[in-house]
C-alpha cells in the first residue's frame, strides 16, 4: 500500500529536482537501505522526510531525512563546525 504525497509534498519535493534520486540507495553496500522516493512522509522547514526499507528484507520499513546541502551551507552552527 503506497501513500500519495499531498499537494505541498509534491511541489517541495519536484523544486528540488531530480536531486534526491542521486541518493535514492544508502547504506552498507552489501545490505544498503532504498529510499521510496514516491512515498513522502513530511516536510518541513530543514527538509523532506521519505519512507525507506531495506533492500534485502523490504519488509524493514525506517524513515529517511533529506536535507538539501545549501540548508547546512547556510547554517552558522553546521559552518563552526567545520572550522
Do not use: M
Amino acid at each position: 500500500h503506497r501513500r500519495r504525497r499531498g499537494r505541498r509534498g509534491a511541489r517541495i519535493v519536484a523544486s528540488a529536482g531530480e536531486t534526491i534520486e542521486l541518493f535514492e540507495r544508502f547504506g552498507p553496500e552489501d545490505d544498503p537501505f532504498e529510499i521510496l522516493t514516491e512515498e513522502v512522509l513530511g516536510v518541513g522547514g530543514q527538509g523532506t522526510v521519505y519512507r525507506c526499507a531495506r533492500v534485502k528484507d523490504p519488509s524493514q520499513v525506517f524513515a529517511a531525512k533529506a536535507v538539501p546541502i545549501w540548508r547546512l551551507q547556510n547554517d552558522p552552527e553546521t559552518l563552526c563546525l567545520g572550522r
